[in-house]
């Protein structure tokens, strides 16, 4: 792998990249909590310097000019870092009898502030466990904090891989679970909420807090509900026989022969892992690299060796000129991170006032005109599916109410969107509740992300 695709692939788990924090009013109980966690995890484990403090309240919400306007959020006043999935009911029993707001945290990735400690309280910082368990045929078991990048390493020694990881492919199986939705894989198996979980151990925030596991469609309430239905301490989660991925990187003239064949492509048997279009604008922020022409829409697909020819005729066939085919492990890492959110990151990185949305339905594949016209300089990403077409809108910022009006009009267009301009559970929300107000009846767990009932959002 060469060092711009590990950077690629690494570099949002270790970026900061926010302001200052101002100290506020302690959470009553938090030096006996703090003490008592000391006692469970050792002085190691209980983290108060202020710059690990820091950290620990941030993820990437800044991505959002509307919730950037509104950081710093929430201010940990303790970071506690278990090293093992049987210290997580200890710990999480001592934040119910002491009453200290609880967020659980993996890599802090999450887009939408999702791991911000909005009341402040202790941030559990998971990514010391991250031992992977047992691995069978078709599953691997894990603590929450292993990395997706190191279960897809694990699975491959045995000849399987995952059914699908996030373009942050060095975050953690909880996070991705807990906070993220797919990626490259999800082309054939959707989001994580489709059947990827086998099982979870759930440690709720009661007063014995005891593990509880839960399998297949029962795993659903703590799928994306950003930990406020119990803290996931292990996952197990499904593989597939492995296959022999290569990237193929191409360039087209216009809009409509680069999506006539993305469809194509997404229909492609074998199946590809990954099929992403990117117009010029965004290809221009990229690392240059041949297998990109920053003057044309750049059409990737991760597909099977065996695949190559046919895939090639397709591209072909609708004007497309094949750039290059690169093999494993470069040509696919290289797709996978400039896929989904890393598009707008690496637009961000490079310019300033921009904002995103992400988007869905197959009237993206069709003529945009129109779209194009709800936001000054619009650029769209897209994601072959196939249960449909998602992907990103990334247009200029001007003020908050602006976005608003402007999802209003692509809606009416027949654009699906989902706003990343809020940090509130947004997903089988009634599901979300109802687990909820058994595994954490105080409300202590990531309070702040489940909306009142008379708030929900889309
Ligand atoms: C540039 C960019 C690209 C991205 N691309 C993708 C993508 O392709 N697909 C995608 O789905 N997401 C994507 N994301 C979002 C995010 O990176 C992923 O969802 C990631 O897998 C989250 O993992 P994490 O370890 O960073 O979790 P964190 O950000 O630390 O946590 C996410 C949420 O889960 C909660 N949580 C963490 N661990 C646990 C646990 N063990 N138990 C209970 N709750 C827990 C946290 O409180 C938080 O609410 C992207 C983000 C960025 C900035």
Avoid at 151 to 157: G, I, K, V, Y
Avoid at 176 to 205: A, M, R
Avoid at 377 to 395: F, K, N
Wanted: aromatic share 6%; charged share 20%.
């Amino acid at each position: 792998m060469t060092t711009s695709d590990l950077t690629a692939l690494t570099e949002l788990v270790d970026d900061a990249g926010a302001p200052l924090m101002a100290e506020r009013k302690p959470t009553p109980g938090i030096q006996e909590f703090c003490a008592a966690a000391t006692e469970l995890l050792g002085a190691d484990g209980v983290i108060r310097d202020l710059t690990a403090r820091e950290k620990a309240s941030r993820d990437w919400a800044h991505m959002s000019p509307i919730l950037a306007a509104k950081l710093p959020a929430g201010h940990a006043e303790v970071v506690l870092h278990p090293t093992s999935h049987e210290q997580i009911p200890g710990i999480v029993s001592l934040a119910h009898r002491h009453r200290i707001p609880l967020t659980p945290r993996g890599k802090g990735t999450g887009n939408y502030g999702q791991a911000i400690p909005l009341y402040d309280g202790a941030v559990l910082d998971l990514t010391g466990c991250a031992r992977v368990l047992d691995v069978g045929d078709g599953w691997i078991h894990a603590e929450a904090g292993a990395r997706m990048s190191d279960l897809e390493a694990h699975a491959r020694t045995l000849g399987q891989e995952l059914w699908m990881f996030p373009s942050t492919f060095g975050t953690t199986v909880g996070g991705f679970l807990s906070g993220g939705n797919g990626g490259t894989g999800s082309l054939v198996h959707k989001t994580n909420g489709d059947g990827f979980v086998q099982e979870l151990t759930v440690v709720p925030c009661t007063v014995g807090a005891e593990p509880f596991t839960v399998r297949e469609s029962d795993a659903l309430p703590y799928i994306h509900a950003y930990g406020t239905t119990g803290v996931i301490a292990t996952a197990t989660v499904r593989l597939q026989r492995a296959r022999t991925w290569t990237g193929l990187f191409t360039a087209f003239a216009d809009w409509a022969s680069a999506t006539a064949a993305l469809s194509a492509l997404v229909r492609l048997e074998p199946a590809p892992r990954l099929v992403s279009l990117d117009e010029a604008g965004l290809v221009q922020v990229y690392q240059p690299d041949p297998a990109l022409d920053p003057t044309a829409l750049s059409l990737r697909a991760i597909i099977e060796e065996e695949a190559v020819d046919e895939a090639r005729a397709i591209v072909e066939s609708y004007g497309g000129r094949v750039l290059e085919v690169r093999p494993s492990p470069h040509g696919p890492a290289l797709i996978s991170s400039l896929s989904f959110n890393h598009p707008t990151y690496h637009l961000m990185k490079a310019k300033d006032g921009w904002f995103h949305l992400e988007i869905r339905g197959d009237v993206l594949l069709g003529d945009t005109t129109e779209i194009r016209k709800v936001f000054p300089d619009t650029l769209l990403h897209l994601e072959g599916m196939r249960s449909g077409t998602v992907g990103m809108l990334m247009a200029r910022y001007e003020d908050e109410q602006t976005v608003y009006d402007g999802i209003t009009a692509l809606e009416a267009l027949g654009v699906g969107v989902h706003s990343p301009h809020n940090w509130h559970v947004d997903r089988r929300l009634d599901l979300v509740r109802e687990a909820a107000r058994a595994a954490d009846p105080l409300g202590l767990l990531n309070p702040g992300k489940i909306p009142a009932a008379s708030r929900e959002t889309s």
